[in-house]
């Protein structure tokens, strides 16, 4: 599968070049926040985000902007990825120093788990989980689709290469009856999958977006959008098994949803560098993160709390930096 090849090499190439960034050190416990050395450190920053259609990249381009304005001597440029995924397999091979990210594939990530089977990344510190997304089963009406069964056998898009929304969509797939094999997959961003549907080549796009998202408003102005719901059961059955969480997507948030949609969550953080980001930078990052998160103009930005910052965060290495904030904040 040509997601998971891609993923496992980049994840495989980073492992390698960890493994060699560590040579020489006698302390293992160190971490590789260690391993490079203070001199590794750069102020210079490559903000990875996601695709140009979802909330990552307006996210993290108007972030960019605030870490500019508010942290001396830094600069910081945000660009488009293949999100979750990519972002932490950059980081990994040093060539990106955050990232936004799902926290359920950052602990993948370190786990050596799901698409990163085996091979763990250990120098991408969490700086805390900034609003929960909710997987959004995404349905024309002219479809006539009822339900997720209704699926089988159609065409869908299960996300980006690189995202992590595929592990999700597999997850909600396989729950409601449906496997691999029984529909055609597409590896489409977001924008790539809507203007799909809107020209009748996928029945369904599910993707993992913070809520409200503005790109489904937009999609609606056109077209008679359904959004089809995970039932509460089955989406805790998928929450005991992952680290998703059952989320309910309330009526009022979209004019074409007139009931509660219920669904599943995770949590968009972001990332930093041990190895290229210093403790001081990092601790400036995550005071911006939360301080300033009141300068977003995204809807998202009514959702970051500093009092939230750590959900989502078990099983995830602090960066050494957003530990000493969040110690500060009484937070730990």
């Not at 210079?44 to 942290?71: K, M, Q, R, S």
């Not at 669904?263 to 400036?284: H, K, N, R």
């Not at 301080?291 to 500093?306: P, R, T, V």
Request: glycine share 12%.
């Amino acid at each position: 599968m040509r997601f998971s090849t891609w993923a496992r090499a980049t994840a495989l190439t980073a492992a390698l070049a960890l493994g060699l960034a560590a040579c020489g050190s006698d302390d293992d416990s160190s971490g590789a926040a260690d391993s490079g050395g203070s001199e590794d450190f750069v102020t210079d920053l490559t903000f990875g985000t996601g695709g140009t259609a979802g909330v990552y990249f307006p996210l993290g381009t108007e972030y960019a902007n605030l870490f500019e304005e508010h942290i001396d001597g830094v600069s910081v440029n945000a660009i488009e990825t293949g999100a979750s995924v990519d972002n932490l397999g950059r980081i990994a091979q040093g060539e990106m120093q955050l990232g936004l990210t799902q926290n359920n594939t950052a602990i993948e990530a370190t786990k050596g788990e799901g698409e990163f089977d085996g091979l763990t990344i250990d120098n991408a510190g969490w700086l805390g989980q900034l609003y929960p997304e909710a997987a959004q089963v995404i349905t024309l009406e002219s479809g006539g689709f009822e339900s997720i069964e209704d699926l089988k056998g159609k065409r869908i898009s299960v996300g980006p290469p690189g995202s992590g929304t595929r592990a999700v969509a597999e997850a909600i797939l396989s729950a409601h009856g449906i496997e691999e094999g029984d529909y055609e997959a597409f590896e489409e961003s977001f924008g790539d999958a809507r203007a799909k549907l809107q020209d009748g080549n996928l029945d369904a796009s599910i993707e993992i977006l913070g809520v409200p998202a503005g790109s489904l408003g937009e999609l609606a102005a056109t077209h008679d959008v359904k959004l089809l719901p995970i039932e509460a059961s089955i989406a805790e059955q998928i929450a005991a098994e992952t680290a998703f969480e059952p989320y309910t997507i309330p009526a009022d948030t979209y004019e074409f949803t007139d009931a509660d949609v219920s669904t599943l969550s995770v949590f968009a953080g972001v990332v930093a560098s041990t190895t290229q980001v210093s403790p001081d930078l990092a601790y400036e990052i995550t005071k911006v993160l939360y301080e300033h998160a009141g300068d977003i103009s995204l809807a998202q930005s009514d959702l970051i709390s500093i009092d939230d910052a750590l959900l989502g965060s078990d099983g995830l290495e602090l960066h050494p930096g957003a530990q000493q904030y969040f110690e500060e904040q009484g937070l730990l």
